[in-house]
């Protein structure tokens, strides 16, 4: 008579051991793949997002290290350089933004702005605008005459 139960001889010591059920059932391995799944799309999702805000830290860096480049470099001129003359206000009929220096390198626009005797008399407020790649980053600087 069975009892439900399945058993097996061990070899050599004559004992009967119950047989354990071994592996996993199908509905088993159909919910953990499912689960697995799930984790890999959303670890996709992140790895997408990552991407992303990596290429955008990247051009915002560059575009910074441009504006810095060019604050230094109009740092070191001489308080009378033509580079920080005043362009003074734009001609009639033209954009009121005034007008701007400019120069242009590797995809890059780099423009800068010079206006004296702003916030005090004797200084000149150099405000630099790098525009290249989708970002647009602006410093600004104020040079006293010394």
């Known amino acids: 008579m069975k009892t439900g139960k399945s ?4 070899m050599g010591t004559g004992t009967i051991k119950p047989k354990k059920d071994e592996g996993f059932t ?3 391995v159909l919910i953990a793949i499912s689960i697995f799944a799930v984790g890999l799309l959303a670890v996709a999702a992140m790895q997408t997002s990552a991407i992303r805000v ?3 830290a990247g051009k ?6 441009w504006a810095q480049d060019k604050i230094e470099e109009l740092m070191a001129l001489p308080y009378s350089d033509h580079q920080l003359e ?3 206000d734009p001609p009639s009929g033209t954009d ?3 007008q701007v220096h400019q120069a242009t390198s590797d995809g ?3 423009s800068w702005t010079v206006t004296d005797d702003n916030p005090l008399p ?3 407020l150099i405000t630099v605008t790098v525009t290249g790649r989708g970002k647009v980053t602006e410093v600004t600087y104020v040079k006293p005459d010394l």
């Open 26 to 28: 199908l509905i088993e």
């Open 7 to 10: 058993y097996t001889k061990s």
């Open 60 to 65: 915002i860096t560059t575009s910074m290290t």
């Open 96 to 98: 009121s933004q005034g």
């Open 54 to 56: 990596n290429s955008s």
């Open 108 to 110: 890059y626009t780099i």
């Open 86 to 88: 005043d362009l003074g």
């Open 122 to 124: 004797g200084t000149k």
